[in-house]
């Protein structure tokens, strides 16, 4: 399936180049000044290219995959340009509407880093769950693991 978004924006080699240069590192990339792409490793490409007034992405990939990465690039170009109230609509190649992204709001950006922040905190607190679990150290699951159902609380009743 094939989706192309063109954003209207005053700087689209910036755009572009922020882009690539932000998801290449965690997916093979590449920006030459003017265009680019973006792989992601087999399940779909973008191909990007700049023009005087906008940024065309064209994004290749299964049918069953076509919201997920319209999302993800969308949203991480929308939110690099928050503040140029960037927005990048898809449409797909047999004509039907895809999804949308931005333009995203302070609140908006806000509710974004809070979010990151808890993804992070859990992600720290399962590696440190596994770290501990590794060195035999007692964990908090495994303590309620070992504790019997319906057990009484330890705290004195008033």
């Known amino acids: 399936m094939r989706s192309i978004a063109s954003v209207p924006t005053q700087r689209p080699a910036r755009y572009g180049k922020q882009l690539v240069s932000h998801m290449g590192r965690k997916i093979k990339g590449a920006w030459d000044g003017e265009s680019g792409q973006l792989d992601f490793n087999g399940g779909g490409d973008v191909r990007l290219s700049s023009q005087d007034d906008s940024l065309t992405l064209e994004l290749s990939c299964e049918e069953s995959e076509v919201d997920r990465l319209e999302y993800i690039v ?70 309620e693991e070992v504790a019997p159902r319906g057990a009484a609380s330890a705290s004195p009743e008033s």
Do not use: C, I, N
């Open 74 to 143: 969308g949203v991480h170009l929308a939110r690099f340009g928050s503040k140029d109230g960037l927005s990048v609509a898809w449409k797909r190649e047999d004509g039907t509407e895809g999804t949308v992204q931005g333009p995203y709001s302070e609140a908006d950006m806000q509710a974004f880093a809070e979010a990151k922040k808890a993804r992070l905190a859990a992600q720290a607190a399962e590696k440190a769950e596994e770290a501990a679990a590794a060195e035999g150290a007692p964990t908090a699951k495994s303590a």
